[in-house]
């Protein structure tokens, strides 16, 4: 009342403040209104028109390198040229406008035409037959998008100087179910195309470039099985949101490091909300959630011997021999080199492989890591594991043991089992422990092995974990077979499978690193190590402060627990296979370092028991003083002549050869720091 009483009185200010406050008022009582009542349904119909999408961004995935740091594999930017189809939408409505407009005029002709026919004018429930329906309407627009976009392309390969074609289905797809997101039309441009690009077309054209990160592998087939493969697959990792309307392409880990380690080197996904209209076009985006890139792998492999055991075995038996090559650090259980032949690119599955190439890889069984997938008989290379079983046994091995003529053939020895004759590869005569070693006599080894007595045989068996796997790929590793005393000591089991055992045949499959394991234990002494494939793995920003994870070196899973005396005889005795001119692994000599070794060959017979051909073995350790490396290799042949020590010591050779020459070369650098 107070304020009512004040405006009586005869001020003409203050009743101009108040007529100011009142008009102000008043105009945003009217503002508020429009707002709320008059355009209410207007920024309904808006919000209506407009949703948002979720997108899945990829995050980077981590390096894979080897014990040095160099690169086997990482990620290079790769461009795409895409088409963004809200870009186009002006483009879309005049083409459309155009086909149309020729529509209804054609549809004017046909009305002209039937009226002239019936000479008379066509009534309106007549002239609704002549009308486009629906289906004819997003035909037109369909058809309309499709020549603006093959006109677009068209355009861009005559400026890149190749063709760049649409698929019709492909592309109505996209635009029916991802408008939002960039179509790409042409992959992996080279330099030139991109600097054309960029030369010639401008943002607001229609078509971009759009920033991607490729897998590559610069070395190419080299360690291929050790490092796995991708295939391609954008679903949510483990942690990850897992509802997205849209995903942008990614990929996952299959066999190998790849598959192994898969969501270490994969990292953690990002996502950004898009805007659209209610025609589904982009209207903004904004990223809320930044992907993690993944973590590097370093591995224990030195790239150097890895190439080196590669190039040796294309150059002895060609790039499609079935082989397998394993080297290890006797003291630690690194894996310093494993080649799996016939091998294959990585490359060609991270960039999408060919039918044709895929087809090939499965007519050699390329994909199959030999090294670790694969069983085989191990053949006289055993022969380590029946001596030692005997020497613990008390074999003397200064004892000849007489080797009989076989009447066959004079030349080479056999011996009885029961009714059973076993041919022996050895000349018949005296042998000791040594000869008998080197010249790998099957009498002598069947002999001893069944005094010594199949429990002792199984009892050191198990002790190098034969039938167990090593733990290297959860997902691509066999345990192969190994008896259990169960089995041995069961009615079932005669003397001629004991037999068979003694050569390394019959009920028993190895892998090629079961085999580096068990030459590693009697190298080091007798401990049977788990062997280690990754180092360590680190983030791949050093600067992020978080700490790499390391996987313990040298590790040991059990010891022999045989006397040392037993080891030294054994290993004097695979210095001999080498050095000695009558032993049978002489090709893998080395000037300057003792190699000591053990040559095998295993039958390969079909479901007939026909030969059809052997598995090649070579078992080694060096040098003898201070043993450091163990290097086995195992080639698959058909070719009925051949030997462990003709066809796989020559391949140890060069590899032994390539590690000498490292260790000089280090030596060298460190002489010439000091």
């Given at each position: 009342?107070?304020?009512?009483?004040?405006?009586?009185?005869?001020?003409?200010?203050?009743?101009?403040?108040?007529?100011?406050?009142?008009?102000?008022?008043?105009?945003?009582?009217?503002?508020?209104?429009?707002?709320?009542?008059?355009?209410?349904?207007?920024?309904?119909?808006?919000?209506?028109?407009?949703?948002?999408?979720?997108?899945?961004?990829?995050?980077?995935?981590?390096?894979?390198?080897?014990?040095?740091?160099?690169?086997?594999?990482?990620?290079?930017?790769?461009?795409?040229?895409?088409?963004?189809?809200?870009?186009?939408?002006?483009?879309?409505?005049?083409?459309?406008?155009?086909?149309?407009?020729?529509?209804?005029?054609?549809?004017?002709?046909?009305?002209?035409?039937?009226?002239?026919?019936?000479?008379?004018?066509?009534?309106?429930?007549?002239?609704?037959?002549?009308?486009?329906?629906?289906?004819?309407?997003?035909?037109?627009?369909?058809?309309?998008?499709?020549?603006?976009?093959?006109?677009?392309?068209?355009?861009?390969?005559?400026?890149?100087?190749?063709?760049?074609?649409?698929?019709?289905?492909?592309?109505?797809?996209?635009?029916?179910?991802?408008?939002?997101?960039?179509?790409?039309?042409?992959?992996?441009?080279?330099?030139?195309?991109?600097?054309?690009?960029?030369?010639?077309?401008?943002?607001?054209?229609?078509?971009?470039?759009?920033?991607?990160?490729?897998?590559?592998?610069?070395?190419?087939?080299?360690?291929?099985?050790?490092?796995?493969?991708?295939?391609?697959?954008?679903?949510?990792?483990?942690?990850?949101?897992?509802?997205?309307?849209?995903?942008?392409?990614?990929?996952?880990?299959?066999?190998?490091?790849?598959?192994?380690?898969?969501?270490?080197?994969?990292?953690?996904?990002?996502?950004?909300?898009?805007?659209?209209?209610?025609?589904?076009?982009?209207?903004?985006?904004?990223?809320?959630?930044?992907?993690?890139?993944?973590?590097?792998?370093?591995?224990?492999?030195?790239?150097?011997?890895?190439?080196?055991?590669?190039?040796?075995?294309?150059?002895?038996?060609?790039?499609?021999?079935?082989?397998?090559?394993?080297?290890?650090?006797?003291?630690?259980?690194?894996?310093?080199?494993?080649?799996?032949?016939?091998?294959?690119?990585?490359?060609?599955?991270?960039?999408?492989?060919?039918?044709?190439?895929?087809?090939?890889?499965?007519?050699?069984?390329?994909?199959?890591?030999?090294?670790?997938?694969?069983?085989?008989?191990?053949?006289?290379?055993?022969?380590?594991?029946?001596?030692?079983?005997?020497?613990?046994?008390?074999?003397?091995?200064?004892?000849?043991?007489?080797?009989?003529?076989?009447?066959?053939?004079?030349?080479?020895?056999?011996?009885?089992?029961?009714?059973?004759?076993?041919?022996?590869?050895?000349?018949?005569?005296?042998?000791?422990?040594?000869?008998?070693?080197?010249?790998?006599?099957?009498?002598?080894?069947?002999?001893?092995?069944?005094?010594?007595?199949?429990?002792?045989?199984?009892?050191?068996?198990?002790?190098?974990?034969?039938?167990e796997r090593t733990g290297l790929f959860?997902?691509?590793?066999?345990?192969?077979?190994?008896?259990?005393?169960?089995?041995?000591?069961?009615?079932?089991?005669?003397?001629?499978?004991?037999?068979?055992?003694?050569?390394?045949?019959?009920?028993?499959?190895?892998?090629?690193?079961?085999?580096?394991?068990?030459?590693?234990?009697?190298?080091?002494?007798?401990?049977?190590?788990?062997?280690?494939?990754?180092?360590?793995?680190?983030?791949?920003?050093?600067?992020?402060?978080?700490?790499?994870?390391?996987?313990?070196?040298?590790?040991?899973?059990?010891?022999?627990?045989?006397?040392?005396?037993?080891?030294?005889?054994?290993?004097?005795?695979?210095?001999?296979?080498?050095?000695?001119?009558?032993?049978?692994?002489?090709?893998?000599?080395?000037?300057?370092?003792?190699?000591?070794?053990?040559?095998?060959?295993?039958?390969?017979?079909?479901?007939?028991?026909?030969?059809?051909?052997?598995?090649?073995?070579?078992?080694?350790?060096?040098?003898?003083?201070?043993?450091?490396?163990?290097?086995?290799?195992?080639?698959?042949?058909?070719?009925?002549?051949?030997s462990g020590g003709s066809v796989c010591?020559?391949?140890?050779?060069?590899?032994?050869?390539?590690?000498?020459?490292?260790?000089?070369?280090?030596?060298?650098?460190?002489?010439?720091?000091?």
């Amino acid at each position: 009342m107070l304020i009512f009483d004040e405006l009586k009185k005869n001020d003409p200010q203050l009743r101009l403040v108040a007529m100011v406050l009142a008009g102000g008022l008043g105009i945003l009582l009217a503002g508020l209104w429009w707002v709320q009542i008059v355009s209410a349904q207007e920024y309904k119909s808006h919000q209506e028109t407009q949703a948002y999408r979720s997108v899945r961004i990829p995050a980077v995935r981590g390096k894979i390198l080897d014990r040095e740091g160099r690169v086997l594999a990482e990620n290079r930017p790769r461009y795409n040229l895409s088409l963004y189809l809200d870009d186009l939408r002006k483009p879309f409505d005049t083409a459309y406008g155009q086909l149309r407009k020729q529509a209804l005029d054609a549809q004017q002709h046909a009305i002209a035409a039937q009226e002239k026919k019936l000479g008379r004018s066509l009534t309106k429930v007549e002239r609704k037959q002549f009308a486009l329906t629906t289906a004819q309407i997003q035909q037109l627009r369909a058809q309309s998008r499709l020549s603006v976009a093959n006109d677009l392309a068209a355009q861009i390969g005559r400026q890149l100087g190749q063709p760049v074609p649409l698929d019709a289905k492909n592309f109505e797809r996209a635009y029916q179910t991802r408008l939002a997101m960039p179509y790409p039309i042409l992959k992996n441009l080279n330099e030139v195309q991109i600097a054309r690009f960029e030369e010639k077309f401008t943002n607001g054209f229609g078509a971009d470039l759009e920033l991607q990160a490729a897998r590559v592998y610069p070395s190419g087939a080299t360690a291929a099985h050790l490092l796995g493969y991708l295939r391609s697959d954008d679903s949510s990792a483990e942690g990850e949101e897992s509802y997205f309307s849209y995903r942008l392409p990614d990929y996952r880990g299959v066999v190998g490091i790849e598959g192994g380690f898969d969501a270490k080197l994969r990292g953690m996904a990002g996502a950004e909300s898009v805007l659209v209209n209610n025609l589904g076009y982009r209207q903004s985006e904004n990223i809320w959630s930044q992907p993690e890139p993944g973590h590097n792998v370093v591995l224990t492999i030195d790239l150097n011997l890895q190439r080196a055991a590669e190039n040796s075995l294309v150059l002895h038996r060609g790039a499609e021999a079935k082989a397998a090559i394993v080297v290890m650090d006797v003291r630690s259980g690194d894996v310093l080199a494993m080649v799996s032949s016939p091998t294959f690119d990585p490359n060609d599955f991270a960039q999408g492989i060919s039918q044709d190439k895929w087809d090939r890889l499965q007519q050699l069984s390329a994909e199959k890591n030999r090294a670790t997938y694969e069983n085989y008989a191990p053949g006289s290379i055993f022969k380590t594991v029946i001596a030692l079983a005997a020497l613990e046994n008390g074999l003397d091995p200064s004892e000849v043991f007489h080797v009989h003529a076989n009447p066959e053939n004079p030349a080479k020895g056999i011996i009885y089992v029961g009714k059973r004759s076993i041919k022996d590869t050895a000349p018949p005569g005296d042998y000791d422990f040594r000869k008998a070693f080197i010249h790998s006599s099957n009498s002598y080894f069947i002999t001893n092995g069944l005094r010594a007595g199949v429990e002792n045989i199984i009892r050191i068996g198990k002790k190098f974990h034969l039938g167990e796997r090593t733990g290297l790929f959860t997902n691509q590793e066999t345990r192969g077979n190994f008896p259990s005393l169960p089995r041995v000591i069961s009615r079932a089991w005669r003397d001629g499978d004991t037999a068979n055992l003694c050569i390394g045949q019959g009920e028993l499959a190895v892998t090629p690193v079961q085999m580096a394991v068990m030459v590693s234990a009697i190298a080091n002494g007798g401990k049977v190590l788990w062997p280690r494939i990754v180092d360590r793995i680190e983030p791949q920003d050093p600067a992020s402060g978080e700490m790499a994870s390391r996987f313990p070196a040298g590790v040991v899973r059990d010891e022999l627990g045989v006397h040392p005396r037993s080891l030294k005889i054994l290993r004097d005795a695979m210095r001999d296979d080498v050095s000695s001119s009558e032993g049978t692994g002489t090709a893998a000599a080395v000037e300057g370092m003792q190699v000591c070794g053990k040559t095998g060959t295993a039958q390969v017979q079909d479901a007939s028991n026909k030969l059809t051909g052997y598995n090649f073995w070579f078992a080694s350790f060096a040098p003898y003083e201070k043993p450091r490396y163990a290097i086995v290799v195992m080639v698959e042949s058909t070719d009925l002549h051949g030997s462990g020590g003709s066809v796989c010591a020559p391949i140890a050779h060069d590899v032994y050869e390539a590690i000498l020459k490292q260790e000089n070369a280090r030596a060298g650098k460190v002489l010439a720091r000091n």
